[in-house]
């Protein structure tokens, strides 16, 4: 078991180093363009995918790090570059996770190299599980799949909404009810391949931020897909949906926290984001504070200014320390006795969203236009608090956790 360190060893400085040149020389001079175009930035894609950057090896080294800190680390320095552009780079990783978390070994090795392409031939991939009303409710998710033995496949019906790459990706990975009287136990995860009938792109959304992310429902209409598609296969499913039943009948409430255990430890990772973003606008207002002059000095030398810096470094500091602690804890299968993924998710957000108001109101009216990247990132940031589970669910999460009560 890898002890807990805040050192980063040399692969790890090296790995830092190399994504964070990415998001410097490539990400960062094409942010303000792809975030005023409102479109998927292809050409950015295709450049990470040319160095290894977007690729299923990539992130599976970073995952299987030992010390827990590869992934965080990553999504720091991504961020860092561009929220928007970094998601469109990684939110294939949404889909390709479902996959390797559910999937046979032969789904895996058929589906989730599609998923990415090539450096040629760039592909994309979505991951659909939100619905219109069914968003950290996931009990009242209605999109069904329905089992035709006959023909051995199984039939889609629903909308989904808030995907990443909805509508565009090559392969689409949908959550579906399979069995209503389970609740978020009776949900099954499909492939749908691409160029299947019956799967349509409904409303692109028109985002306040990461709007280089592209963001669409996807519509499911009698879409059939084979036997072969249900992600881990009939038997372990039929498995699976037995042992639901029987703990449901010993007890309901334990059996949804075993479930809302498996979301704790994929809410780091979305700290580590929110602090990559506060962090780069953090950057931005400290250099301008340093340049720019009021009154015969530099505003840095106002202790209004200053202490504002001072807060909003010590507030990035403490959120990466509460992620890089949770990251730890769930590669090393420590318990999240406190909730600790959840509090790393709710801090990480809470802060990004209020480091950037302040870098805004330190460039005064230049913060407010998108002549400076910090208007951008204040936008972005807005989005930590809410997917992923908001920061009013991860704070549900942290009290049941504490308090053993179902407080509602």
């Not at 190299?113 to 979505?126: E, H, I």
């Not at 209503?180 to 995860?189: C, I, R």
């Not at 985002?207 to 963001?215: D, E, L, N, P, W």
């Amino acid at each position: 078991m890898a002890e807990f360190t805040m050192e980063l060893n040399d692969e790890q400085r090296e790995v830092r180093d190399w994504i964070h040149g990415f998001a410097a020389d490539v990400m960062r001079p094409a942010a303000a363009e792809w975030d005023e175009r409102e479109e998927t930035p292809w050409p950015v894609i295709q450049e990470a995918a040319k160095i290894g950057l977007y690729s299923l090896d990539f992130y599976a080294q970073q995952f299987f790090d030992p010390t827990g800190l590869g992934i965080p680390m990553a999504m720091e320095e991504l961020f860092w570059g561009d929220a928007g552009i970094a998601l469109s780079i990684v939110g294939t990783g949404l889909a390709a996770v479902g996959v390797l978390a559910n999937g046979t070994e032969e789904q895996i090795g058929t589906w989730v190299p599609q998923m990415y392409g090539d450096a040629d031939d760039v592909k994309v991939a979505a991951f659909c599980s939100s619905e219109p009303d069914a968003g950290s409710d996931v009990g009242s998710m209605r999109t069904r799949a329905v089992y035709d033995e006959a023909k051995d496949e199984w039939v889609l019906n629903g909308t989904k909404t808030w995907a990443t790459n909805g509508g565009i990706a090559n392969v689409h990975v949908v959550v579906a009810v399979v069995d209503p009287e389970l609740g978020s136990k009776g949900h099954a995860s499909f492939i749908v391949p691409p160029n299947t009938p019956g799967l349509s792109q409904g409303q692109k959304f028109q985002k306040h931020g990461i709007r280089a992310s592209h963001t669409a429902e996807v519509v499911l209409e009698d879409v059939r897909v084979p036997g072969s598609c249900l992600l881990g296969g009939k038997e372990k499913l039929d498995e699976r949906l037995a042992r639901a039943r029987e703990k449901a009948k010993e007890g309901g409430e334990r059996v949804k926290n075993a479930a809302m255990a498996t979301f704790e430890a994929s809410r780091p990772a979305v700290g580590a984001m929110a602090v990559g973003t506060a962090r780069a606008a953090y950057e931005e207002a400290l250099e301008y504070a340093k340049t720019r002059e009021q009154f015969g000095r530099p505003i840095i030398d106002n202790q209004g200014v200053a202490f504002q810096l001072a807060d909003m470094r010590t507030q990035i500091d403490a959120a990466r320390l509460l992620v890089w602690r949770a990251s730890w804890m769930a590669v090393t299968g420590k318990p999240f006795t406190s909730a600790e993924g959840s509090m790393s998710k709710l801090f990480a957000s809470e802060v990004a969203k209020k480091v950037t108001a302040q870098a805004v109101q330190i460039l005064g009216g230049n913060g407010f236009t998108r002549e400076y990247p910090v208007e951008r990132m204040h936008r972005d940031a807005a989005i930590y608090t809410i997917f992923e589970g908001t920061s009013e669910i991860q704070r549900l999460v942290i009290a049941r956790t504490l308090s053993g009560m179902p407080i509602r």
